[in-house]
């Protein structure tokens, strides 16, 4: 049978452990524990929890056809073999870099394409709001060839100086479009113009229209994009692509796993709240409204909001979807960035642990708020970074030329180590029946003096492989960013090429990060 490409999207986190079919198919790259998506949960079956007789045999959990058990009391002992115990995940703080110099590259958005760093922003001394510069770096720290980029809104002049435009790189895209602009403005030049397209939308595209949008003609907003082939010489679209109000940073990409471009939006219409909204289409040109997507649960104070939602991608690693919204706190107008991971983009949870990065003590550079940016990327030393914008003053401080100077810096993590899976004192956990190339199995760990963790490879019914049981595993301590895992001396994982396997990890004080094969 031949799914469709959401549908095949669904099926990749929808599987049974129980079902052959269901097996999870990995990719290259670093598996990071930031959700529990590789963790097997334990249910009664083939593998797993059970009940046992007297004698240690396994009682099936539907008995009525059985004759030894259909008609009797049945005195059985719950045996909780592969559930996990002891662990939970947890987000680890980001370490901030020095700041960039005020007033030049690299802006809030860096895209690592090709080798080469590039990055989008604006100078000062610009009168003009969509005034762009670009600029380029081999590093991520040293940046130049500079150069303004022009932008012809011939086609949608409306769209000129327009704030906030963000940029990403389209894979699919002809090389005349292969950069891609997104940018909110105001939707026509005149009242009756503004009047006379919302009427259009209303009645020709009636759910890609912002809902307040009619309240306020004056104030019409809506989504605008153009092309370029070099990310400096652009041309603008006709738009609106979409009636909204998105007057933040507004995060498209092109998903290869469900072949769609997919937006990452501010929604405003949350009871009051700001909040994170998604919308897809295969035509670039034409966007649905956005669906809610994050929204301030009542977990948190009732004046926080959802500012921004920063989403990008693990580098190297495109199943690992991430955003790192700013919650921003109206009770003292402060902000702080969190972590939310999905396999998908489609279904979001935050990383446990709270803040990653906060703004710094009262003076500093950054100790008003601060605000993530995009792209999460690799740096030299073993180090991945997420660019942010700090400001010296609250984000609703009294506004001119000098409360509002921002700079930017790096918000650092170890390589991996945006979260851990952590067993304080003992934990266990068994993983979903996996299917992956290659051979031998490495881990992203740290341990305290005292810790350790082994590691167990096993069948689909849980069985451990010969040689690869707990009893022949080494156990493996320190801190490695990529510490082969190995059974009596020998790293092979004794598997046949093609068979799901399961892995069991034992941990003693230990924080693991992220696993990969070879």
């Known amino acids: 049978m031949k799914l469709g490409v959401r549908a095949r999207a669904y099926g990749r986190r929808a599987g049974h452990p129980w079902l052959p079919s ?50 009797r009391e049945i005195d059985a002992t719950y045996v909780p073999d592969d559930v996990p115990q002891g662990i939970r995940i947890a987000a680890q703080p980001a370490e901030k870099s020095s700041p960039f110099p005020e007033g030049g590259p690299p802006g809030a958005r860096i895209i690592h394409d090709e080798g080469i760093f590039r990055t989008w922003y604006k100078l000062p001394e610009d009168s ?19 150069a303004e980029c022009k932008v012809d809104w ?29 940018v909110r403005s105001g939707v026509g030049a005149t009242s009756e113009e503004r009047v006379r397209i919302l009427r259009k939308f209303q009645r020709t595209r009636p759910d890609d229209v912002y809902p307040t949008a009619g309240d306020e003609p004056e104030h019409l907003s809506g989504m605008y994009g153009a092309v370029s082939g070099d990310g400096v010489r652009w041309k603008g679209i006709p738009g609106p692509l979409v009636i909204h109000y998105s007057d933040t940073a507004n995060v498209v990409h092109y998903d290869a796993q469900l072949e769609r471009y997919v937006w990452y939006a501010r929604c405003n219409w949350f009871y009051g709240r700001r909040s994170i909204g998604r919308a897809e289409t295969d035509d670039f040109r034409r966007w649905p409204g956005p669906e809610m997507l994050v929204w301030p649960s009542t977990g948190l104070h009732p004046s926080d909001d959802w500012y921004t939602n920063s989403k990008t991608t693990y580098p190297g690693a495109d199943s690992h ?15 702080e960035v969190r972590i939310f991971s999905s396999p998908d983009g489609i279904v979001w949870s935050e990383v446990p642990g709270g803040a990653v990065l906060s703004p710094g003590p009262t ?117 490695h960013l990529d510490r082969p895992v190995t059974w009596n001396g020998e790293p092979d994982l004794k598997k046949r090429p093609g068979q799901p396997v399961l892995l069991r990890f034992r941990l003693r004080a230990a924080k693991l990060f992220a696993f990969r094969f070879a």
């Open 128 to 146: 003009a709001e969509g005034v762009l510069h670009y600029a380029e770096s081999s590093d991520g720290y040293e940046w130049g060839g500079g």
């Open 154 to 182: 011939s086609a949608c002049p409306e769209a000129a100086g327009s704030e906030s435009p963000e940029v990403f790189v389209d894979p699919t895209a002809p090389e005349s479009e292969r950069f891609k602009m997104f």
């Open 321 to 335: 979807h991430l955003m790192f919204p700013a919650l921003y706190h109206h009770a003292d107008d402060t902000t």
């Open 363 to 479: 003076g500093a550079w950054d100790g008003g708020c601060v605000f993530g940016g995009l792209d999460l990327i690799p740096l030299a030393g073993n180090r991945v970074a997420l660019p942010y914008t700090g400001y010296l003053y609250p984000h609703k401080y009294p506004r001119n030329s000098l409360t509002m100077r921002s700079r930017v810096a790096y918000a650092q993590w170890t390589e991996g180590r945006l979260g851990a899976l952590e067993a304080s004192d003992s934990g266990s956990f068994t993983t979903l029946p996996l299917v992956f190339d290659g051979r031998r199995l490495s881990l992203n760990v740290q341990t305290k003096h005292a810790g350790h963790v082994l590691v167990e490879v096993a069948d689909r019914e849980g069985r451990p492989l010969p040689g690869r049981s707990f009893d022949e595993a080494d156990p493996i301590a320190g801190d």
């Open 22 to 71: 269901s097996n999870l198919r990995l990719s290259d790259g670093p598996h990071l524990f930031l959700d529990w998506r590789f963790v097997l949960p334990g249910e009664i079956g083939l593998i797993g929890p059970h009940w046992a007789a007297s004698d240690g045999r396994a009682i099936p959990l539907r008995v009525s056809d059985a004759p030894e058990w259909k008609s």
